[in-house]
């Protein structure tokens, strides 16, 4: 069947209605709800990003409202600065020349107000409502200048599609803004005077306040499109029996904005998927509006199996994580099912769809890690002689989710007596990560770093792993973990995919999972093959690395001693992510290759 694509529509530069760019929001674009006199709440409201209010010092209902991903600032130095660029930006938005005159419109409602495509529309000293679905159409930036006021009906909405996004959308508002109950609006609002989120509404986007106060009640706010990042899709139902006796279908991405996203290593737990690589298994993504998304994932598997795709569609909250409800961590909450044939792994279908959750992860693009890589006996590879201890020094990748910096170590491992690594005298070569092959996606996590061996041959060492909850327990009984000590197990971090033994260890408030674990292997060569680690699944020297199709790869056997520690940072906020290596390895019927 033919894989199902976003279609994208051409605009014409010729539109009256085009906004020439994004007004700069300075140091407020950190900031997902910033008021002037006061930030009140009510009910359990979600913010991901800063809160702020300046010159005002009054932020009450936090808790029971959450801020996750960033902090409460209370007329600080951050608050002031933001208030002011806040200003900036809002003055910016007013002297945008109105392309479109909707004075007496109602959006989503009256024609010519349902579906717009980028431009700057215009209320002219008049109040703007919206009722129903106001549709938001291509890529571009879309400003609204709101004379008096912002009013929309209950449960009224904004879409997003072909390639809008909500960082690209703005209402400048001349008085307030008040949502009803249950809206799901997108894009940043700047009230001159206040704003009012009634109950169960959610902005996709930010709510400021420049004069007044902004008051909160049971909320979803976040300052930048909810799905961008790093994903684990994991289904809850709908899996088939064949599928079950193995472990929960699920699938890596990393989504990025304006709905493109890729795959990137071992990216799928599903019988259905025959043979993974980086071009064949294809994500798309939408927003719905507010925080509403719908993930598409078409597999082609080449040949060997039925072509299909997986369309998800969920909500973007925070989810209580089994075993501790006191802490919530970002997901996708739905349904999906299957176009094509999908039987090998599903019995979901639209009529009766399966449910399915996905888990947000932080990338990895600054710290270090040390430890050792061990030597251990395994099945299918070898690994070095003697215990060597290495670092791993990370620094800021070119493109989102790929890993960049360099490994080094402190001696030159040996495999079957040979040096594996070129030195300049008595130290070893720092190893290059490549960062057009290394990246995170979903649970996984792939380091390839280059270098030479002793007579100048390519050498790469593949560092190769994922999340992980960490428990102890004397009989496991989950086919999905690894055993890294002789009483200690790491399993999948994604909700999901934790055996219930392992708690809350390693999952942390503000939307990180702390705890890795990695496995090794040399790829070229005198050290070709130590280490035995998974197959990649992606083109080195641009030659595929091909495999049979296992059925749970991204857990290798292969495991790395020693304990890393890693100062990583996500949205702003820096967390302790502890890396375990290390201890007894085992072969897994589920493992296997088929």
């Known amino acids: 069947m033919k894989k199902i694509l976003l279609v994208v529509f051409v605009l014409s530069m010729g539109n009256l209605a085009w906004a020439q760019s994004a007004p700069q929001l300075g140091s407020s674009q950190s900031f997902a709800v910033l008021g002037a006199t006061t930030v009140t709440n009510s009910g359990a409201t979600i913010v991901e990003g800063d809160l702020g209010v300046s010159p005002g010092t009054a932020v009450t209902g936090f808790p029971p409202g959450t801020v996750t991903g960033g902090t409460i600032h209370a007329n ?13 930006a809002y003055d910016a938005l007013a002297a945008e020349t109105c392309g479109t005159n909707l004075s007496g419109s109602i959006l989503g409602t ?23 679905t106001l549709t938001l159409n291509g890529p571009g930036v879309y400003v609204f200048q709101v004379g008096t006021t912002l009013t929309t009906a209950s449960a009224s909405s904004v879409v997003l599609a072909n390639g809008a996004t909500a960082e690209n959308v703005f209402w400048q508002v001349g008085t307030s803004a008040t949502l009803g109950a249950n809206t799901a609006l997108v894009g940043s609002i700047l009230a001159d005077i206040s704003d009012t989120v009634t109950a169960g509404s959610s902005v996709a986007g930010r709510v400021f306040a420049l004069n007044g106060a902004v008051t909160l009640d049971r909320n979803a706010i976040t300052e930048s499109a909810p799905a961008v990042g790093r994903w684990e899709i994991v289904h809850m139902s709908g899996d088939s029996a064949a599928q079950t006796a193995l472990f929960p279908g699920s699938f890596s991405v990393f989504l990025l904005s304006g709905g493109t996203a890729y795959t990137y290593a071992t990216i799928a737990n599903s019988t259905c998927v025959i043979d993974e690589q980086a071009f064949n298994v294809v ?19 080449l040949g060997a199996a039925p072509n299909f795709s997986f369309i998800y569609t969920g909500t973007y909250a925070f989810t209580p994580i089994p075993g501790d409800s006191s802490v919530s961590i970002p997901t996708i909450t739905g349904t999906y099912f299957p176009v094509g044939d999908a039987s090998a792994c599903s019995i979901a279908t639209a009529m009766t769809p399966g449910t399915f959750i996905a888990t947000f992860l932080p990338t990895i693009s600054s710290g270090s890690a040390s430890g050792s890589l061990d030597g251990f006996t395994t ?10 201890n290495a670092t791993v020094t990370f620094s800021p990748p070119s493109s989102p ?11 030159n491992p040996t495999f079957g007596g040979s040096a594996c690594f070129a030195t300049a005298g008595t130290t070893v070569n720092p190893l290059t990560i490549n960062q057009s092959l290394s990246a995170q996606s979903g649970l996984t996590v792939q380091v390839y770093a280059e270098g ?14 994922y999340a992980a909850n960490l428990y102890t327990t004397d009989t496991n009984t989950d086919p999905t973990a690894n055993q890294i000590s002789s009483s200690e197990w790491a399993a999948g971090a994604a909700i999901g995919e934790d055996n219930p033994d392992a708690g809350v260890t390693g999952v942390a408030n503000d939307g990180t999972n702390s705890v890795m674990v990695l496995f090794y292997g040399v790829l070229g060569g005198a050290c070709d093959t130590a280490g035995g680690a998974d197959a990649p699944f992606h083109f080195i020297s641009g030659k595929p690395h091909l495999h049979k199709h296992k059925k749970h ?8 001693g020693g304990r ?31």
């Open 76 to 88: 600080d130095a951050a608050a002031v600065s933001a208030h002011a660029d806040a200003i900036t």
């Open 283 to 301: 994500p798309t993504w939408v927003g719905l509006g507010g925080n509403n998304v719908q993930i598409t994932i078409a597999v082609d598997n």
């Open 553 to 560: 790869h991204r857990r290798g056997d292969r495991l790395i």
């Open 452 to 465: 030479f061996d002793p007579l100048g041959a390519p050498t790469t060492l593949v560092l190769d792993g």
């Open 379 to 388: 099945g299918g590879g070898s690994p070095f002689d003697s215990t060597v």
């Open 401 to 411: 989710g790929e890993m960049n910096g360099t490994v080094t170590l402190d001696s």
């Open 564 to 594: 890393l520690e890693i100062d990583s940072t996500s949205h702003g906020t820096t967390v302790r992510v502890t890396i375990p290596f290390g201890g007894n390895e085992r072969e897994k019927s589920a493992h296997s290759d088929s």
């Open 110 to 132: 009256s024609a010519g107000a349902v579906t717009l495509t980028p431009g700057v529309y215009c209320f002219v000293a008049t109040s703007a409502q919206l009722t129903g």
